[in-house]
């Protein structure tokens, strides 16, 4: 069974870093398009940051500058790295990413959700 398993969220301090990880499982061929949403209490969910297939990326403006979207395709796992988080950046973070499965196809899947908390 494929799916998406986050990890690396927790609680930091104004000014401080965490990644995100966000690891495929199962039988995968490739990594295609990928993301990172967020979703703070009360909001829509909303793109933070992607990164085509081709690599090129696109960052919300709250973030640029501070958020870094990579992957590894050895290891089929795709990273956020965040940096001089704010209290603002408070929310409960998704991965997206389009999987080429074998034998079946490209499908979108997302990861169940890590919780980032900054605050001091």
């Known amino acids: 069974q494929v799916q998406l398993v986050e990890s690396g969220g927790g609680l930091v301090q104004p000014g401080g870093s965490l990644r995100l990880s966000c690891a495929a499982s199962?039988?995968?061929?490739?990594?295609?398009?990928m993301g990172w949403y967020r979703q703070a209490p009360g909001k829509q969910r909303e793109l933070v940051a992607a990164r085509t297939s081709g690599g090129s990326t696109n960052y919300a403006d709250s973030v640029k500058g501070r958020f870094t979207i990579s992957r590894d395709n050895a290891k089929n796992t795709m990273y956020l790295q965040m940096n001089s988080l704010k209290p603002e950046d408070t929310a409960v973070y998704y991965c997206?990413?389009?999987?080429?499965?074998?034998?079946?196809?490209?499908?979108?899947?997302w990861g169940q959700g890590t919780q980032v908390t900054v605050s001091s």
């Open positions: 199962g039988s995968i061929f490739s990594i295609n398009a």
């Open positions: 997206n990413a389009d999987l080429t499965i074998p034998n079946r196809g490209k499908f979108g899947y």
